[in-house]
């Protein structure tokens, strides 16, 4: 299987990028912005109903709540 960053194009003062099954709302670019460095790459996210999915990792769903 090919890296992404082999496919997508390159695009000048990119800070990332990312190819996602839905379309982003403002809070989740803010907070793909904290996890992605800016380093002009770009990375797959896939969004499910308890569970994300960020180059091949599973992220899971908590309410903080639940933390403690």
Known sequence: MKDIN????????????????RAPTNNSVKELDKIFPHNGKWHTVFEEKDHTY?????IWK???KSWT
């Open 6 to 21: 082999e496919v997508m194009p390159k695009i000048p003062q990119m800070k990332w990028g990312a190819l996602m099954n």
């Open 54 to 58: 960020i180059d091949g990792k599973v």
């Open 62 to 64: 908590k309410d903080k």
